[in-house]
């Protein structure tokens, strides 16, 4: 059909129902810069949907399954901060797509969207695309979930397909009082166009005082502060050192000389705070991601990226051509990974533990999880919070290794009244990036069960380790012909000349036993 017939088309569909005009309005057509050998096998839609109470424009992208779209369940993606736009999770993280050096995009081989739809908002108004920037009392954590809610109820509006389906809240970080405010209102206020069914929160902040105190255990244990420096912690800021840390509490002089010493001497400029044994990104300006020369980008689980794709991100979705494929229309907007002016304004709570014992009593599905690389919002926070120090689960099912779909051991797990806990190993702050293999296969698993996981899906290699030689632990995930003659092929060579040169030895020295000797000869 040509091009003007569907602008008609389109139009005469907002006419009728605006509502269901955003799905015609919002399709993406086509990717700049999209450079990859797998075609887009997808629909994708995005956007701004305004929100009827306020008239924000909250800005979304909706990924469709790869497989059984019509029928897959759909999650909700938020990044953290606060102050955070969701694309960073979308681009760097868990989305089909990642941005190389070049600003090409690539697919993502561990993109949650393979078995269930995903959208990923900006939130809050102010973030990202989301429009517009709102007074400082408008950024707090119930107001800002209240508004998630309210774009829920927009958002399948516009698309009925998704209103029977099994829907789940997805994020990390901040997003340990994000959710739970979030999932409180719903079970709260039900909407019978969302059927809730769980939700899923990786490395969650949620209580300031135990997560704070949490990390000055954490860097000790994994050797980035000396034992004298913690002992001094623990001595002199005892169980305030979150409120002194963070300056809600003003502390002795001996415990701010302690925590002085702690940033000093772990040197945290120049550690990936997040994911410990990673790298941090040597740019020093988007402007130079036209030249990368001089930085040396290394191959990575994610494609030629390093450790500078949110870098790559920004300054692509800076492009004027990407901002009209994604329906930013109204002026070009300066992307940025987070909205420092709404960090800085954001009026945090101490905790979001109360929110769970309504949560917990309505039988959804809840997992934690935590990435036990990352020193900022760690697993020692996460188990106190969830027991002890916190909401005292009972504990259901003891702790125990599960394991990816590689065979190797993934992580721990435990299961307490009304949630799942899990550990990934290696993995920092953000899992999906930095174990993608096992990310991907605890968020399916957690979707679809352990069954279908197991018996009906299939898995890409884990480049972790197939690219180290590992040949035995990619068994069972489906290793093409090329890959396999490409790891066999140079050892059956060296085999061979090995056994060749062998045998050629072992005929000069037989020949020289057997031979006559000529020496005294008469002829």
């Not at 088309?9 to 050998?37: C, F, M, Q, R, W």
């Not at 829920?152 to 997805?170: M, S």
């Not at 709404?342 to 009026?347: E, Q, Y």
Request: proline share 6%; net charge negative.
């Amino acid at each position: 059909m040509p091009s003007f017939l569907w602008a008609a088309l389109a139009a005469l569909i907002v006419a009728v129902d605006p509502v269901a005009g955003y799905v015609a309005e919002h399709k993406i057509t086509s990717l700049p810069n999209y450079n990859d050998d797998k075609p887009i096998n997808f629909d994708q839609y995005a956007g701004h949907l305004a929100l009827p109470s306020t008239g924000q424009r909250m800005f979304y992208w909706l990924v469709e399954a790869e497989t059984n779209p019509d029928t897959a369940p759909i999650a909700l993606w938020l990044n953290g901060g606060p102050g955070c736009s969701s694309l960073v999770g979308f681009f760097t993280e868990n989305g089909p797509f990642v941005v190389a050096s070049d600003l090409s995009v690539k697919r993502n081989p561990y993109a949650w969207n393979r078995h269930m739809n995903m959208v990923y908002l900006d939130s809050p108004a102010g973030v990202g695309f989301s429009k517009p920037l709102l007074n400082a009392s408008d950024y707090n954590n119930d107001v800002t979930t209240a508004r998630i809610f309210e774009f829920l109820g927009v958002f399948f509006d516009a698309y009925p397909t998704y209103q029977k389906r099994p829907f789940y809240v997805t994020g990390e970080s901040y997003n340990g009082m994000y959710i739970p405010y979030l999932v409180h209102q719903m079970v709260a206020k039900p909407k019978p166009t969302i059927n809730l069914a769980g939700f899923a929160i990786g490395n969650a902040y949620t209580d300031t005082h135990i997560d704070g105190k949490a990390y000055y255990d954490w860097i000790y244990s994994h050797a980035l502060i000396s034992l004298e420096t913690y002992t001094a912690l623990k001595t002199h800021c005892q169980d305030d050192i979150s409120e002194c840390s963070d300056g809600t509490k003003q502390c002795s002089p001996e415990c701010h000389a302690a925590l002085h010493e702690s940033k000093v001497s772990s040197d945290i400029g120049h550690l990936n705070e997040y994911y410990i044994y990673g790298d941090v990104c040597l740019l020093n300006s988007t402007k130079q991601t036209q030249s990368f020369t001089y930085h040396r980008v290394r191959p990575s689980v994610r494609g030629n990226i390093g450790p500078c794709a949110d870098v790559f991100t920004q300054a692509y979705l800076r492009l004027p051509q990407v901002q009209q494929a994604v329906h930013v229309t109204d002026g070009l907007v300066a992307w940025s990974e987070c909205n420092d002016d709404v960090s800085r304004v954001f009026t945090g709570s101490a905790s979001a533990l109360d929110k769970y014992p309504l949560i917990l009593s309505k039988g959804l599905k809840v997992l934690i999880y935590s990435g036990d690389a990352d020193s900022n919002t760690n697993f020692i926070g996460s188990e106190r919070w969830l027991t002890s120090e916190g909401l005292k689960l009972p504990v259901v099912s003891k702790w125990k290794s599960w394991f990816g779909p590689d065979k190797q051991l993934a992580g721990y797990t435990q299961g307490y009244q009304g949630l799942n806990y899990s550990t990934v190993k290696g993995a920092g702050h953000m899992v999906p990036a930095t174990r993608p293999l096992h990310g991907l296969y605890l968020i399916e698993c957690f979707i679809h069960g352990q069954d279908v996981c197991d018996k009906e899906l299939q898995y890409p290699v884990d480049r972790l380790e197939y690219v180290s030689g590992l040949v035995d632990s990619v068994e069972s995930q489906h290793v093409t012909p090329a890959e396999w003659l490409a790891l066999v092929l140079p050892l059956v060579v060296a085999v061979g000349a090995v056994t060749w040169y062998a045998w050629w030895k072992r005929v000069l020295v037989l020949g020289k036993k057997t031979l006559p000797s000529t020496k005294g000869s008469i002829n």
